[in-house]
Each structure stands twice: as C-alpha cells, then as structure tokens.
C-alpha cells in the first residue's frame, strides 16, 4: 500500500461526466506522472461534491480545496501551483468557498471538543502546529513536577473511563498495572476501531497525531514502562503513515526516546498494524496479534495489566482514552470532572451514521440525551421521516427505540436500556427500517467474526443467523421467537470474550422493543417496512409511469416489459427484487407492495 | 483458471525483501505475510514455506495465521479485487442495492474470481468511512456514495 501526502477526489456523476471528468482525471494522472508526483498525490473518483452545475469538480485533501470547472487544458497549471508550489489557485476555488468537512463540522452549540479540539485545525504532519496549541506542555509537568503517583492520581480523580467500550476507570487501571510485579512493563494503544460506523478513533489518530502519543507517554511514565505499541488495524493506511510520521517528529525533538527532555526517562513507541480480524480489538486477543500469533482472546483473569504482552504487566487503553490525558493534566482533574454526570464524566466521540441530516463525527458531554444528539446535533431525520430506533455501541450493542430518546447518555443508562456505550457508533434508523433484518445483520457480521475458539459463540452466532435469514424469507416458524431467547441466553452466558457475551445484543433488544415485528415476519408473512425481498413485491403504478423506459433498460434479469411511452409493467416470477427501478425511476412510478 | 500464478524466483523475491524489511523474528510475522500478500496479491504456498523455513516457524502454525486474519489469501485473486462495505451503515445507506448490482454485473457471489482472472469479488467490513457511504474499494481506490446505477461505469474503468 502506498502513502499519499494528498488525495484528488473527482466527482464522476452524470453531470460531471458531460462536463468531462474522465478526460480531467486522464490529464491529472498524465500530468502527476510528467512531474514525477505520481507515488505522492492519489486521484481517486467520488459523486456528490455539490456544486454540480459548475462541473467538473474535484475536491482536493488534506487541505479540503474546492476546485470546479477545471479543464484538461489547465491541469499542468493547476499541478504545478497547487501540488509542487504548494499554493491554492484561487481561479479554480468554488466561489463563495465553503469548504464542509463531511465528516466534522463545526461544532455545534451542545459540543464540548476536549478530544478533537484539533481536529481539522492543525496540519498532523507538523508536530510544530500540535505545540503551538500547548502540545507537550502536559509531558513536561508530568516529567518536571509531579510524581507517578501523582499523575495515577490526576486521572483517577478526572473520573476518565476507558474510552474502548466497557468503561473502566482508567486512573484505576494505571494504578493495577504500577503495582503489578515485574521490571518490564508495556502500554498498548488500542486503535483496531472495528465496530461498523465508527471512526472516531481514526479521526484522531489521522488528525491529532500528538494527542494520542502524549497522552501514551504520560501513562508509561506513570506505571514505569518503556515500550509501547500502537495497534492500528490494517484498514486505516493513512492513519499509520500519519502515526509513523509523527512518532518520527516526536523522536527528533527528544520527546520520545532516552532521556526524555533531559527527565532521564526513557520511552520509545512502534506502530503494528492488523490483518483483518475484527476480534483483535479484544485487549488478549490483540496481545496475541502483536505477539505475531492468531489473535484469538484467552479467559481473563490473569488481565492484561499482570499478565499481557510477552507475559508483562501491560496497560491497555482505547486511542480517545490516551487523546484525553493532556487536556486533563494540563486544566485539571476538576475541570474535566465538571462534564458529564455522576458516574460518566467527560466528553466522548460519538460516529453519528445512518438515516440523520447530519451525519458525521461528534463529541458531547456525557449526560446529554439522545433526543439532543439526534435533533440538535444530527439535525434531526433525514427527508422528514420518523424515527424509528438508534442502534448504539455497535455489533454487540443493541437498538435503542423511541420511549427511550430522553435518555441520558452515560454508562449506566444505556445499560438499562438494554445496550452499551461501545466505542461511539451511533446508527440512526428511520421508520422505513425492519428491525429483524438490522438484527441479521449484526448477527451475519458477529458471526462472520467469531473467531471459532468456543462454541457456544461459533455454533450459536450461526444458528441465530439461520434462525433470522428464515424469519426475513418469510419461513419462520411457530416457536422460533422462543429459539432465539433461548439461544441468546445460551451464548451471552458461555461465551469466553465479549465478543460472544455481547453478540445476542441486537437480537434481545429488538426482541424486546420491536416484538411484533417478528411476529408480524413469522405469523402474517409480511415485512411492516417493506424491506425484506421475500415478504414484498415491486409494482408500477400505471398511472405515473410515462413509459420512459429507463427502468426497463436498467433492470437487470429484464423483468420488465412496456413499448416506449406505454405503461411498464413488472414480471413478479423474474424479479430479484434488487431495487434498481425504484432508484432509477425519476417518476415515483415504482412502488413496494 | 487463468488466474496468473506467480513464478517461483519472483516469490522468493518478494519473500526475501519482506523478511530484510521486518527482520525474522516470530513478532513481525504478520507484517511479513501482510507484506507478500500486498506484493503478490496472495500467500502462494511456496512463500509459505520459506518464510516457515526462515522464521522457523512452523508451517501449520503459518496456515493458522494466514487463515486467522481476512486480508491475507492463500488463494490466488483476480488482477483487480473488489472490496464492498457490507457494514450496517453502508448498508442502510443504499448498499444493499449496489451490492446486488456488484454482483449481477461481474456474474460473482462474494469470494469467487471471475474465469478470466480479471475480477475477485469480496466483502470487508466498516472502513471507517461511513460518511460516504455506500463504499467500495477497487485495488486502492475508494468510491464513495455509490449507487446502483453507477456501478457498470465505475466497473468500465479497469482493464
Ligand atoms: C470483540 C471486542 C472488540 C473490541 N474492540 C475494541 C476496539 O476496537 N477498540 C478498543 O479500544 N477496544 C475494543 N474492545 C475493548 C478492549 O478489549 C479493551 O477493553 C479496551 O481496549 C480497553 O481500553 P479502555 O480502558 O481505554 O477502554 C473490544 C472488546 C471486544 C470484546
Ligand atoms: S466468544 Fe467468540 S470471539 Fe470470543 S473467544 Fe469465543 S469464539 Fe472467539
Ligand atoms: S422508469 Fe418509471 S416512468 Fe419510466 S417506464 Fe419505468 S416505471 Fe415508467
Ligand atoms: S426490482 Fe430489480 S429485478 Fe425487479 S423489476 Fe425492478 S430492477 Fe428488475
Ligand atoms: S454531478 Fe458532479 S458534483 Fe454533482
Ligand atoms: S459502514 Fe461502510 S465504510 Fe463504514
């Protein structure tokens, strides 16, 4: 995999295409070779970059330029002064430039952004940038001022709990892995973020480099260890060379290494990345991985804070869990305790995916309600449809329903509700979501990723799956609701790892709030969304069909028949049901049934 | 199949640049796989085999690696492989619709190489880039909000 300092995303829709994008992405690669800029500048194809009449359009990133209507003619020019001078051309910039992030915006009035305070502010590749903003200020006064304990107990009283998912308290965690025997000790960074959805920890990672390093140092100095490793999963390329590049940085500042800033401490950190294996983000299973072994997880006790990597004392933490111990050392235990609630202090990241207006990365404190975070923040539903559930905490997290969006988000809320704070993926669905087949297909992913040591995991994830694919075709059984409970039962309490405990989440919390729409799947054969294929039938209404034909032309086995500007009808025997005509027609003339 | 099988100097070529790069030792085994893998799209058997000798690793505990992790193949792939995001996110987002006509257009179902060692078709989960999703990724290239109807185009664009 190569590593690009800049990406060209070139808009291909329709629109931009008449307007010549693939003739502007030939002269962009021609003329990246020519200049010999080729191995450093990506020019990948995307849609929707938003100022379609002005096309071709192209966005260009890290800097998030905005360039429209640009020609072949003026590539070499555009090359030459945007990527060899390094200078914006103004001529290209999209008039009244507003340059959105899709993925981070502004923040809005209910965020508090303690961990992404740099994001998109600084250049991550400059480790000059994360000290303007008083970066290392916090390694210093650690190194200078304070004791181990003293910073153990900083954090202990920050009331910061582990950022991973199962919300430990980390001054606690610290303080295990101080005390535990053995001259060698690790810190481990956890960045394998596998949950679908979220992203947070990749945005940090990509665009607060520093935060995280620091936040790691810090914590080596406060259990005595002089190794770490940041584990980054395999599918975030950028985020390691970013890593890689800022680590370098730090070494040749003297902030990592022997002899930290003259402390006579000594820490050096190396990035390792994954292959692919969601279970690797479980703390033993991703010991084993870095050990170079089959990341399968082990019973714990022993944790990893007595026994983890090669066998020492080793402090696990979460990447937004290191991102936040500068801002705590520097501003005080007390101020951050004065976010959050009680028992949930601080701020976290939340992934917002799914059906809202504005999806995209957030952070808020802890406490605020789901209703805040899905209207204020999220902007509410998308297309004006209703709310339906939000699935909180990822595959081993459940769906959270309506009666429930004046819940307060902190850990031990969502855990009566039946879910858990996760990582921070928050899937928002709307009214037009079956609520068995989201069930499904947390369940095909868990199972998928089971990693096969125990069985109650590996044979029951995949009689779960069985059990809902029959209820989606519309062959469900009498007695299958009571077959799933009991199966759930089965797995959450024999399982070895989380990932097993947790699997049967999605399954018992949509049982719990959306029964009827099982029993509606099983006993009446019908999807109240309309969504699973076997329970629907896509039909024309004859009168908004205009006979244009498209549809006919894009369904995919012909089933579809009509001459032009006569009705169209559909062939319900070849059907596959895949959609296609609905998307295609421009006259809401397909619909479900 | 004519799936290009790789020429045994080349492999102990890529072989011996990953283990110089990494060094041999039992903890950098899966960047040395992950790295073949990269260089030749998969773990041919004989890669395994030298690494196994030179790490003095067992083969069977190499095979058990190679078949923990899902970006490592022992299986050989098509010249272009293409990944699709079968995460809910994606999937709530309209991946559903280009996933059917993913395969439709290439005639695979998710793991298979097409005859003519052109295309593999396989499934990842969440790449981390949900904002723009429905994602799929071609070799190194990511397309972001697809949709069904663009799926032929993009496919038209790899020889
Ligand atoms: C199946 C599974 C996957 C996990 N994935 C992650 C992950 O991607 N990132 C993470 O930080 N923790 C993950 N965890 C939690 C870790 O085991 C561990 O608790 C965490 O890294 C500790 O860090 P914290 O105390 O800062 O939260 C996962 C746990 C399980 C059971
Ligand atoms: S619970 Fe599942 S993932 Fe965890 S060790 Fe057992 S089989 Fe593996
Ligand atoms: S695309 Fe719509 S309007 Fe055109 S023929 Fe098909 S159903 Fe009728
Ligand atoms: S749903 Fe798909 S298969 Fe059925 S008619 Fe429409 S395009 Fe054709
Ligand atoms: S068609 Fe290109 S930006 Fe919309
Ligand atoms: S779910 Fe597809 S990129 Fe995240």
């Excluded at chain 1, 965020?111 to 916090?138: F, H, S, T």
């Excluded at chain 1, 991102?323 to 601080?346: C, D, F, M, R, V």
């Excluded at chain 1, 039962?489 to 949509?510: D, F, H, K």
């Excluded at chain 2, 039992?26 to 799209?41: A, D, F, M, S, Y």
Aim: net charge negative; aromatic share 6%; hydrophobic share 35%.
């Amino acid at each position: 995999m190569k590593y690009y300092r800049s990406h060209v995303l070139v808009c291909v829709d329709p629109e931009c295409l008449q307007k010549g994008a693939h003739e502007l992405v030939d002269a962009l690669q021609d003329e990246l070779v020519a200049t010999g800029l080729i191995d450093e500048v990506q020019v990948l194809e995307t849609s929707r970059i938003g100022g379609c009449s002005l096309g071709p359009e192209m966005m260009v990133y890290p800097e998030g330029v905005h360039y429209v209507g640009v020609t072949p003619d003026d590539v070499p020019y555009l090359v030459e002064e945007h990527f060899l001078k390094g200078r914006l051309v103004n001529k290209f910039q999209m008039p009244t430039t507003k340059v959105v992030d899709e993925e981070l915006g502004a923040p809005t009035q209910k965020e508090v952004r303690i961990v992404l305070r740099n994001c998109g502010k600084i250049d991550p590749e400059n480790i000059e940038d994360y000290i303007a903003e008083d970066g290392y200020q916090a390694l210093a006064k650690v190194l200078t001022e304070m004791t181990p304990e003293e910073v153990i107990d900083t954090v202990l009283r920050s009331g910061l709990r582990g950022r991973g998912g199962a919300g430990f308290p980390t001054g606690k965690k610290w303080q295990f892995t101080r005390q535990a025997p053995g001259e060698i000790k690790y810190v481990v960074c956890n960045a394998d973020e596998g949950d679908p959805g979220a992203f947070m920890n990749r945005r940090v990672l990509e665009g607060d480099p520093h935060s995280v390093i620091e936040g790691m140092i810090i914590a080596a100095y406060a259990i005595g260890a002089h190794q770490g490793y940041i584990y980054c999963r395999a599918e975030y390329p950028v985020a390691v060379s970013t890593l890689n590049i800022a680590i370098q940085q730090a070494r040749n500042l003297g902030l990592l290494g022997k002899d930290i800033l003259g402390s006579g401490f000594d820490f050096d950190l190396e990035v390792r990345m994954g292959a692919g294996a969601f279970v690797c983000g479980e703390e033993t299973a991703l010991i084993a991985s870095i050990e170079g072994r089959r990341g399968e997880p082990r019973p714990r006790p022993p944790f990893p804070a007595v026994q983890g990597l090669w066998n020492k004392p080793t402090n696990v933490n979460n990447v937004e869990t290191y991102a936040n111990i500068p801002q705590i050392i520097l501003k005080g235990a007390e101020w951050y305790a004065g976010y959050g609630t009680e028992k949930s202090k601080g701020t976290k990241t939340f992934a917002l995916a799914g059906d809202l207006n504005h999806t995209g990365l957030i952070e808020v404190p802890l406490g605020i309600t789901l209703r805040e975070i899905i209207y204020d923040v999220g902007g509410g539903i998308k297309d004006g449809k209703a709310f339906k559930a939000v699935q909180i905490g990822g595959p081993m997290g459940g769906c959270v329903p309506a009666e429930y969006l004046d819940l307060p988000l902190d850990y031990e809320s969502l855990a009566q509700a039946g879910t858990i704070m996760g990582s921070g993926g928050m899937i928002v669905l709307d009214e037009d979501t079956c609520m068995v087949d989201v069930a499904r297909y947390f369940m095909d992913f868990t199972q998928d990723e089971s990693c096969g040591k125990c069985t109650p995991c590996r044979v029951g994830t995949r009689r779960i799956l069985e059990i809902l694919t029959r209820i989606c075709d519309g062959k469900g059984q009498d007695g299958d609701i009571e077959l799933l409970e009991n199966l759930c039962q089965e797995i959450r309490t024999n399982s070895l790892c989380g990932l097993g405990q947790g699997a049967p989440n999605p399954v018992v919390s949509t049982l719990r709030y959306f029964r009827d729409e099982y029993e509606a799947h099983i006993y009446e054969k019908r999807c109240p969304a309309k969504v699973c294929r076997s329970l629907i039938r896509y039909e024309i209404l004859p009168d908004a069909c205009t006979g244009c034909t498209v549809c006919a032309r894009n369904c995919p086995v012909n089933a579809i028949s009509g001459e032009r500007r006569q009705t169209h009808v559909i062939d319900p025997d070849t059907c596959i049901r895949c959609g296609i005509c609905m998307q295609v027609c421009n006259f809401n003339a397909v619909v479900i049934e | 199949m004519s799936v290009e099988t790789k020429s045994r100097e080349k492999i102990l070529e890529v072989v011996n640049a990953a283990i110089e790069k990494f060094g041999a030792k039992q903890e950098e085994l899966i960047p040395i796989l992950n790295e073949v893998n990269r260089q030749l799209g998969y773990i041919p058997t004989e890669a395994m085999e030298e690494i196994s000798r030179r790490l003095k690793e067992p083969k069977s505990s190499l095979f058990g690696v190679a078949s923990f992790y899902h970006m490592l193949s022992t299986k050989p792939r098509g010249r272009h492989v293409i990944q699709f995001c079968e995460s809910a996110p994606c999937h709530v987002v309209g991946g559903r619709e280009v996933f059917e006509s993913l395969k439709e257009e290439l005639g695979l179902e998710p793991n298979e190489t097409s005859p003519d060692g052109k295309w593999t078709l396989i499934t990842t989960s969440c790449l981390g880039v949900c904002s723009v999703g429905p994602v799929i990724v071609i070799d190194e290239d990511i397309y972001g909000n697809v949709d069904a109807r663009k799926v032929p185009e993009i496919l038209a664009r790899y020889e």
